[in-house]
């Protein structure tokens, strides 16, 4: 039994979903800006770490399922 429960990874999962809904909020933000904006080019970074982190998240979960 080395896969792992899905309810021993609800940390990550809530994890996942917060970072999506920030990850929304952003992109709303981002698309009342200006192209060249500033903020507009920190919050996309933003955006691409939040990204990022996400699918390291979905990795996670998903590599231990296959197992």
Avoid: C, G
């Amino acid at each position: 039994m080395d896969a792992q429960l899905p309810l021993l990874t609800w940390e990550k999962q809530a994890e996942h979903f917060r970072l999506q809904e920030t990850r929304e909020e952003l992109l709303v933000r981002i698309s009342r800006l200006r192209p060249h904006a500033h903020k507009r080019l920190a919050l996309e970074e933003r955006v691409r770490q939040i990204t990022l982190r996400q699918m390291e998240l979905e990795n996670e979960l998903h590599d231990r399922t296959r197992r």
